[in-house]
């Protein structure tokens, strides 16, 4: 059963567009949501994160939209530039003591210059 | 310079053969991780080890094992019983399972 599910698996944009990635979750117990940033042939790395407290986080060009009731999230990406061009894995994570990340299935993003 | 190491990049193995990844940190991190990659899957936990001499199955822990017995290695073993073994494997570690998981650069595992 997919826990983590992830919208749209491919991407193409223009430079200087906002790519809108969705993410949506089924487990209430989830309590932090980290969006992470791949590189082909390279491990992936923390881009930015949210908790369910809050609605939006911002990072430079990178937002985070987040819908607790509808239980969504989404990550924005302003100005794009080719160099964002990467896959995008969202992921939650419950609370307890094991505290496991559960990945989405990846977006593949491309920014065209 | 801190940081995850994975060896080898690239690694071939016939079948029926066991092989063994390599992982190392010198983050002084306590929790380490394993994570399989396969196209269009996104990541999925193999195993993971909050501290030394302790480690939990994930959730595609078949066919694998690991073990921890120094702070720093985390190395894993893929056993002929796995089916599918050809994927990209990656290795994590984070201070404790609370905080921010920091991930190797990956190893490549093909059976031919």
């Known amino acids: 059963q997919q826990q983590v599910k992830q919208s749209p698996q491919s991407l193409i944009v223009q430079k200087g567009g906002i790519p809108i990635i969705n993410c949506a979750y089924e487990?209430?117990?989830?309590?932090?949501f980290p969006w992470y940033q791949q590189f082909p042939g390279k491990g992936p790395a923390l881009l930015i994160a949210?908790?369910?407290?809050?609605s939006e986080k911002k990072e430079g060009r990178f937002t985070i939209s987040f819908n607790k009731s509808a239980k969504q999230f989404s990550l924005h990406i302003m100005d794009s530039q080719p160099g964002d061009s990467a896959t995008y894995f969202c992921?939650?994570?419950?609370?307890?003591?094991?505290?496991?990340?559960?990945f989405g299935s990846g977006t593949q993003l491309t920014v065209l210059p | 310079d801190g940081g995850i190491t994975q060896s080898p990049k690239y690694l071939f193995r016939k079948e029926g053969q066991n092989v063994t990844l390599s992982c190392e940190q010198n983050?002084?991190?306590?929790?380490m991780y394993w994570y399989r990659q396969d196209p269009g899957q996104g990541l999925r936990l193999i195993y993971y080890s909050q501290i030394v001499n302790d480690f939990q199955k994930g959730d595609i822990a078949e066919g694998y094992s690991v073990s921890r017995e120094k702070k720093e290695s985390f190395p894993l073993t893929v056993t002929s019983a796995q089916k599918n073994p050809t994927a990209f494997y990656l290795c994590?570690?984070?201070?404790?399972?609370?905080?921010?998981?920091?991930f190797g650069p990956g190893t490549r595992l093909t059976v031919l």
């Open positions: 994590a570690s984070s201070r404790d399972t609370f905080n921010e998981q920091f």
């Open positions: 983050l002084n991190h306590d929790a």
């Open positions: 992921a939650a994570r419950k609370g307890g003591s094991a505290r496991q990340l559960t």
């Open positions: 487990n209430t117990a989830f309590d932090y």
């Open positions: 949210i908790r369910p407290d809050v």
